[in-house]
């Protein structure tokens, strides 16, 4: 996959990761500023975008070697993830793209 495909698919996933969760309603209430949340958002993307570049484009070896780093880090504590709802609904509704005649 090419880099730019993957920075936007970085962006896609953590824009569609944070909207219209706890942390939108942490800004509302003033928990966290809006500098922080872009911080955070500007975080999150490129974090994910190395990991999907990892994932996506490097040889097996130098993902492998960044799956043993990274779970170092494993969340024990965390809840086993499901799918959401909130995103497969609007999956749902939305109708296919319309192909080119």
Do not use: G
């Not at 936007?8 to 800004?27: G, W």
Request: one cysteine or more.
């Amino acid at each position: 996959m090419n880099d730019d495909t993957v920075k936007k698919l970085a962006l896609m996933i953590a824009a569609n990761c944070t909207r219209n969760s706890v942390l939108d309603d942490a800004v509302q209430t003033k928990a966290i500023s809006e500098e922080q949340m872009t911080q955070f958002n500007h975080q999150m993307s490129n974090r994910i975008y190395t990991f999907l570049t990892y994932l996506l484009n490097k040889p097996a070896e130098e993902y492998s070697v960044m799956i043993e780093e990274l779970s170092k880090n494993y969340p024990e504590a965390w809840a086993l993830p499901d799918l959401d709802q909130s995103l497969i609904q609007a999956v749902s509704q939305s109708s296919p793209p319309s192909l080119p005649h």
